[in-house]
């Protein structure tokens, strides 16, 4: 059985990106289209069929932009032995339907007319292609993409982004780094093609040891640590689609939670000691979630008032928590009282 919080889209078009990655043309149901906005870099949590005990939830960014009012598309990248994104490139048909949690993440940029230093590797081009889409279509900022791949018959979006460059040349800048031709990427030459973008705000995305290189290249450059981004693709070890767990217990102290989620204000109780998400979805508020367990941030949202105490938190950087966010699978009441906006 499938909890309310999840959703059905249709599987409207499949593509070969390249031998190893399909891109996903995604529908909702009539009158779910509204569940399904989202901000260029976020990402949907997928139920991949299996038989497996604990489910098969995969995560995939959007690699559409909401601005460019083109269908909602993910695009997924064989991992060697990988379950899920082989499940997805070899089993998937048109017409199928797919069950997912709402788009979530804050991989996105605070604003469209800001210049960017984009930096992905493989399949990390995904929320790139969302966010430079955006950016050229409907902001004024300046992109510069720098991209790594194996070699040239891997490159994802090659001619899409060939095409982009054509149509922006003084705003988009291009870089392609190919391990066939320069080897894997050196901190060296990094630090050489992120100094002229040292002063943007950056984005990172790809396998783990190059995204360890791009921050140590990044810091040799002279960006601010701040000023990066992060986002880390993993598996999820948890079930976000299993059915939630028993009702939380109400009988001692708890707080009021004043949640505003999309322009609406609901009034949830919270025993102290519970995380805030638990009792937003138990109250009926269809709060945005994905890991819970602290890992992927999609369940982000703004204390406006009150103190919560994170019991785990691997993905918000310090100045998010200076910002006043916080992830509600993670955050218990310290207050009686508080004020919550996944809004701002
Ligand atoms: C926010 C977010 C966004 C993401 N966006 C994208 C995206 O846009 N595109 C994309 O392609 N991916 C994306 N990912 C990654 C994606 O969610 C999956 O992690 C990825 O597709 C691999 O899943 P899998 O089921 O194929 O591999 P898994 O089954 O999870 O396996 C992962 C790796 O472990 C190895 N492995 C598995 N089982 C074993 C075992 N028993 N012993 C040893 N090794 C094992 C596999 O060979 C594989 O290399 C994203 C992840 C996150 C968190
Ligand atoms: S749902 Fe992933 S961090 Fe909260």
């Given at each position: 059985?499938?909890?309310?919080?999840?959703?059905?889209?249709?599987?409207?078009?499949?593509?070969?990106?390249?031998?190893?990655?399909?891109?996903?043309?995604?529908?909702?149901?009539?009158?779910?289209?509204?569940?399904?906005?989202?901000?260029?870099g976020q990402f949907?949590?997928?139920?991949?069929?299996?038989?497996?005990?604990?489910?098969?939830?995969?995560?995939?960014?959007?690699?559409?932009?909401?601005?460019?009012?083109?269908?909602?598309?993910?695009?997924?990248?064989?991992?060697?032995?990988?379950?899920?994104?082989?499940?997805?490139?070899?089993?998937?048909?048109?017409?199928?339907?797919?069950?997912?949690?709402?788009p979530s993440g804050m991989f996105t940029?605070?604003?469209?007319?800001?210049?960017?230093?984009?930096?992905?590797?493989?399949?990390?081009?995904?929320?790139?292609?969302?966010?430079?889409?955006?950016?050229?279509?409907?902001?004024?900022?300046?992109?510069?993409?720098?991209?790594?791949?194996?070699?040239?018959?891997?490159?994802?979006?090659?001619?899409?982004?060939?095409?982009?460059?054509?149509?922006?040349?003084?705003?988009?800048?291009?870089?392609?780094?190919?391990?066939?031709?320069?080897?894997?990427?050196?901190?060296?030459?990094?630090?050489?093609?992120?100094?002229?973008?040292?002063?943007?705000?950056?984005?990172?995305?790809?396998?783990?040891?190059?995204?360890?290189?791009?921050?140590?290249?990044?810091?040799?450059?002279?960006?601010?640590?701040?000023?990066?981004?992060?986002e880390?693709?993993?598996?999820?070890?948890?079930?976000?689609?299993?059915?939630?767990?028993?009702?939380?217990?109400?009988?001692?102290?708890?707080?009021?939670?004043?949640?505003?989620?999309?322009?609406?204000?609901?009034?949830?109780?919270?025993?102290?000691?519970?995380?805030?998400?638990?009792?937003?979805?138990?109250?009926?508020?269809?709060?945005?979630?994905?890991?819970?367990?602290?890992?992927c941030s999609a369940?982000?949202?703004?204390?406006?008032?009150?103190?919560?105490?994170?019991?785990?938190?691997?993905?918000?950087?310090?100045?998010?928590?200076?910002?006043?966010?916080?992830?509600?699978?993670?955050?218990?009441?310290?207050?009686?009282?508080?004020?919550?906006?996944?809004?701002?």
């Amino acid at each position: 059985m499938s909890v309310t919080h999840s959703y059905k889209l249709r599987v409207a078009a499949i593509r070969a990106e390249t031998e190893d990655a399909r891109s996903i043309v995604l529908e909702p149901e009539e009158g779910d289209a509204e569940r399904f906005s989202y901000r260029p870099g976020q990402f949907l949590t997928i139920n991949v069929p299996t038989d497996r005990e604990g489910g098969a939830a995969r995560c995939y960014s959007l690699s559409s932009s909401p601005l460019l009012r083109e269908p909602m598309q993910v695009t997924v990248k064989r991992t060697g032995e990988g379950y899920g994104s082989n499940w997805l490139c070899d089993n998937l048909n048109v017409g199928d339907e797919l069950e997912v949690l709402r788009p979530s993440g804050m991989f996105t940029p605070s604003s469209l007319d800001a210049d960017l230093l984009l930096v992905a590797a493989g399949s990390g081009i995904t929320p790139m292609m969302s966010i430079l889409k955006s950016v050229l279509h409907g902001g004024t900022g300046r992109v510069a993409l720098i991209y790594a791949n194996r070699d040239e018959q891997s490159v994802i979006f090659g001619e899409e982004l060939l095409a982009l460059q054509g149509k922006h040349p003084d705003r988009l800048h291009t870089v392609h780094l190919l391990e066939s031709v320069q080897g894997l990427p050196s901190m060296e030459l990094l630090r050489e093609h992120l100094r002229p973008y040292r002063d943007r705000e950056m984005y990172v995305c790809g396998p783990q040891p190059y995204m360890a290189a791009v921050t140590a290249a990044a810091a040799a450059a002279g960006v601010a640590a701040e000023r990066v981004r992060q986002e880390k693709f993993f598996s999820l070890d948890t079930d976000p689609f299993a059915e939630p767990r028993s009702a939380l217990d109400h009988s001692g102290p708890s707080a009021t939670v004043e949640v505003q989620l999309e322009g609406e204000t609901q009034t949830v109780s919270c025993p102290k000691g519970e995380r805030m998400l638990d009792a937003f979805l138990e109250a009926g508020v269809d709060a945005p979630f994905s890991c819970r367990e602290g890992n992927c941030s999609a369940c982000a949202c703004f204390v406006l008032e009150g103190e919560v105490e994170m019991l785990r938190n691997e993905v918000l950087e310090p100045e998010d928590l200076a910002d006043g966010i916080v992830l509600a699978c993670q955050s218990v009441p310290l207050s009686d009282h508080l004020r919550v906006s996944y809004d701002e």
